[in-house]
């Protein structure tokens, strides 16, 4: 028989000991040791036996990997131009932001290839059908399976024969010869292990779906990311019915880009020009509003940018910023009061990039400075100009990549690059 020993297993990093520990000696994070039991002998199920021989590069063909398109064109560019088949990818956001809905359209696209599979051990095969009839989703072609064990799942699987199998969610699916408990690392870590193993030998292209915990890290170790091909998160507001679509890591494409979508009562629909769309409710001639030509990914966005500068109430002002980085805002605002000499420590700064779109190009210092000098001074940007730019510690405007892309993007929505800055205090004569 084979003997368990029991392991503290940290579940933010995977560390292992077998001793309890209040703090993970290398995270450092509190309270994340969990016990499990560890399982010897673990057999991760479909390894083919190696009938493959080392091969000199010369002789390794050019083989591309083979793409299938959904036809949902913004998601197949982030994809690096569809999906690759055999790809084994995870889509993570928080519980409530639309994976399901989503992957379920794509089940549907897919369905055109072949016969599709829908894992869910989260709900009951009747809501998903029920999620179907309002997204009409009727494809005969598509599968539902109400099962956690994965076992049991690649049973089917070998039944059926799919192209594409949706795995919804990784939390919820166990292999019953590890111990712990369904969600715990060892079992998130060897499931995924399992079904990429599953996909490669069967030639499936599978999704799997991981919820993301508050701390915005998908639950489960790191090591999750690094087992498939291709990890992409949804992001949005609770607040807005858009959600953005991103490649975090893609072994068949660029990272960082970056899809948006409209949620609507059929489900997501994609936007085809996010600028337009992110500055259709922008206030025309109000101070404190700028626009930003952005780069994410390869695309360029225009997106804006809006500062809020009252007189504090408190004696320590405030500094609150959303979609941006808080300890670039805190020395964008040292250097505008050393350079324009502007007491903002007696007033409370709130910028905010609107849509809920976080941003983490230095691009941006730019735009950030204008926003809170428009809205100090009470005077609006002059219409029709894009910003971007980073800032040095003296106040000076440094050049960032891409720039002749953003100036496209920028003419393609009828505004022009503010291109004859080169310093803070020249921003002044850019308001009204
Ligand atoms: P759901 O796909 O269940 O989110 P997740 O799988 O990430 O937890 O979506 C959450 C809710 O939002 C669900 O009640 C359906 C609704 N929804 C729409 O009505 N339209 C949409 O376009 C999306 C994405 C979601
Ligand atoms: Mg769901």
Redesign the pocket.
């Known amino acids: 028989m084979t003997k368990r020993k029991s392991i503290y297993i940290c579940q933010k990093c995977g560390y292992k000991t077998p001793k309890w520990a209040g703090k993970c000696p290398e995270c450092g994070s509190w309270g994340s040791l969990v016990e499990e039991i560890e399982a010897k002998n673990v057999r991760i199920g479909w390894i083919k036996p190696s009938t493959t021989s080392p091969l000199s590069l010369e002789e390794i063909g050019e083989e591309r990997a083979e793409r299938i398109l959904s036809g949902i064109s913004e998601f197949d560019r982030v994809l690096g131009g569809g999906i690759v088949k055999g790809s084994v990818s995870l889509l993570s956001?928080?519980?409530?932001?639309?994976?399901?809905?989503?992957l379920l359209q794509l089940a549907n696209k897919f369905s055109d290839y072949g016969k599709v599979l829908y894992v869910t051990a989260e709900e009951s095969p009747e809501q998903v059908a029920l999620?179907a009839k309002?997204l009409e989703v009727k494809s005969s072609n598509i599968y539902v399976l109400a099962e956690n064990n994965l076992e049991e799942i690649s049973k089917q699987i070998e039944k059926i024969k799919p192209v594409f199998v949706v795995f919804?969610s990784i939390q919820t699916l166990f292999l019953p010869h590890i111990e712990s408990a369904a969600g715990s690392v060892s079992q998130v870590r060897e499931s995924a292990a399992f079904i990429t193993n599953l996909s490669k030998s069967e030639k499936i292209t599978s999704f799997i779906?991981g919820h993301v915990t508050k701390e915005g890290t998908i639950a489960g170790p790191k090591v999750l990311e690094h087992i498939v091909d291709a990890v992409f998160q949804?992001e949005g507001d609770k607040g807005y019915n858009f959600?953005v679509f991103k490649s975090l890591k893609n072994r068949f494409g660029s990272t960082g880009e970056l899809a948006v979508?409209?949620?609507?009562?059929?489900?997501?629909?994609e936007i085809l020009n996010p600028s337009e769309f992110f500055l259709s409710e922008r206030p025309i001639g109000k101070p404190g509003s700028v626009i930003f030509a952005g780069i994410e990914g390869s695309r360029p966005l225009l997106l804006e940018v809006q500062a809020l500068v009252t007189r504090a109430v408190f004696s320590t002002p405030q500094r609150r910023a959303k979609g941006i980085d808080a300890n670039r805002l805190s020395i964008i605002v040292a250097v505008i009061e050393k350079e324009l000499g502007y007491p903002l420590r007696n007033f409370d700064i709130f910028v905010n990039v609107v849509g809920g779109v976080k941003i983490s190009e230095p691009a941006v210092d730019l735009p950030i400075a204008a926003a809170i000098i428009s809205s100090y001074l009470e005077r609006p940007v002059k219409e029709n100009f894009v910003l971007f730019g980073e800032i040095g510690l003296t106040g000076e405007v440094r050049k960032v990549k891409l720039e002749e892309l953003r100036e496209k993007e920028a003419k393609k929505n009828g505004f022009e690059v503010a291109s004859n800055i080169s310093t803070i205090s020249q921003i002044p004569d850019f308001l009204c």
């Not at 979508?261 to 629909?269: I, P, V």
């Open positions: 956001g928080e519980p409530g932001i639309g994976k399901s809905t989503f999620r309002r919804d779906v949804f959600r979508f409209e949620m609507t009562e059929k489900g997501l629909r």
